[in-house]
């Protein structure tokens, strides 16, 4: 198995550009997740999703869009980067949200200029 | 709402001392679990433990154990005789029944163990 991964490992930005953090499980986890690290903020949830159709806000979920199509690929979207954006992305899976730890992929570290 | 705190945000100790990461938690809900996990320097989080709600009995894991006390809202960490290896930010985490998917973290204890 490979894991969560996630796709790119860096990326620049400009201001008001958009893209999209690829994220995908090949370990047919329900739960999938994004999150953003900033210092001293820890891990910030983004947006989850229990299962291929049904996503939901986090705690910082403006200027991010999401989509689950399928159980595998959980998608993060930039509409119109902005510097506050700037920060290291994580996805993560896990089987079941309460009786399983959630595995994390390495992490997309994103600057937007 | 739920809130994880780590009020320690730095941690300095020197090789073979026993250091404790303090984790304070709120949440509404009665089913909860509670998670720490490390974020060595290469960037990965690794998972360390998992612990619910209904199970406060202490765990130890090779010279790490985790005290759980519903009483005062913490789940605190301890590495005992720490290593040079243990450098690392921890994590602490909470997930309540009620709180749909969401998994909250801590701010974060960047521990550094010096030789």
Redesign the interface.
């Known amino acids: 198995n490979a894991g969560v991964t996630q796709t790119p490992k860096f990326q620049v930005l400009k201001t008001g550009q958009s893209m999209t953090l690829q994220c995908a499980q090949d370990m047919n986890h329900e739960?999938m997740?994004w999150?953003r690290q900033d210092p001293?903020?820890?891990?910030?949830?983004i947006h989850?999703?229990?299962g291929a159709g049904i996503t939901?806000q986090?705690?910082v979920p403006n200027g991010y869009n999401v989509s689950r199509s399928t159980t595998e690929d959980f998608p993060l979207r930039l509409l119109s980067a902005a510097p506050s954006q700037t920060s290291?992305y994580?996805c993560?899976s896990s089987y079941r949200?309460?009786?399983?730890?959630?595995?994390?992929g390495?992490?997309t570290r994103l600057t937007v200029l | 709402a739920q809130k994880v705190t780590?009020a320690q945000?730095e941690i300095s100790v020197v090789e073979k001392e026993d250091v404790t990461l303090d984790c304070v938690y709120e949440t509404r809900d009665t089913?909860y679990?509670l998670?720490w996990?490390k974020q060595p320097p290469s960037?990965?989080?690794v998972?360390l433990i998992?612990r619910?709600s209904f199970d406060e009995q202490n765990e130890i894991s090779g010279r790490y154990s985790w005290n759980f006390q519903k009483s005062t809202s913490s789940f605190n960490f301890t590495i005992t005789a720490s290593q040079v290896v243990d450098s690392a930010v921890y994590?602490c985490?909470l997930?309540g029944?009620n709180q749909?998917?969401?998994?909250?973290?801590?701010?974060?204890t960047e521990l550094s163990v010096k030789p």
């Open positions: 739960y997740s999150y001293g903020m820890g891990l910030r949830l989850y999703s229990v939901d986090g705690e290291v994580f993560a949200m309460d009786r399983n730890e959630q595995f994390f390495p992490g | 780590q945000t089913t679990y998670f996990y960037g990965e989080l998972f998992r619910n994590f985490a997930w029944r749909g998917g969401k998994l909250i973290f801590g701010q974060g």
